[in-house]
Nanobody, 117 residues
Framework: VQVAESGGALVQPGGSLRLTCAAS????????MSWYRQAPGNERELVGQ???????DYATSVKGRFTISRDDAKKMAYLQMNSLKPEDTAVYSC????????????WGQGTQVTVSA
């Protein structure tokens, strides 16, 4: 399974951005799709995730501003980010857990999000 993120960009504070995570391969079923981010000098942190049943949970720092959704037919997940702040600047990566048939997971390369005036 391969994972690719897209949609990163430079955006002004208060702006919005939508990131896309696309999983590809053969004969696999996706379980959970998670978004992580890592800012320079910081450890990678979990932004939020969505399970196969549609359950979502988010980091406290993004709750109410970010929304995760998924399209199982397209094997994609989305991270809608609103009211962006400079502290949201980071490389955002997608992690996809799946069965094929055994349980495994794959990471994407990440996409840069920069929030600056």
């Amino acid at each position: 399974v391969q994972v690719a993120e897209s949609g990163g960009a430079l955006v002004q504070p208060g702006g919005s951005l939508r990131l896309t995570c696309a999983a590809s391969g053969s004969d696999f079923s996706i379980e959970t799709m998670s978004w992580y981010r890592q800012a320079p000098g910081n450890e990678r942190e979990l932004v939020g995730q969505i399970t196969r049943t549609g359950f979502t949970d988010y980091a406290t720092s993004v709750k109410g501003r970010f929304t995760i959704s998924r399209d199982d037919a397209k094997k994609m997940a989305y991270l809608q980010m609103n009211s962006l702040k400079p502290e949201d600047t980071a490389v955002y990566s997608c992690r996809v857990s799946y069965y094929s048939p055994r349980y495994d997971y794959a990471w994407g390369q990440g996409t840069q999000v920069t929030v600056s005036a």
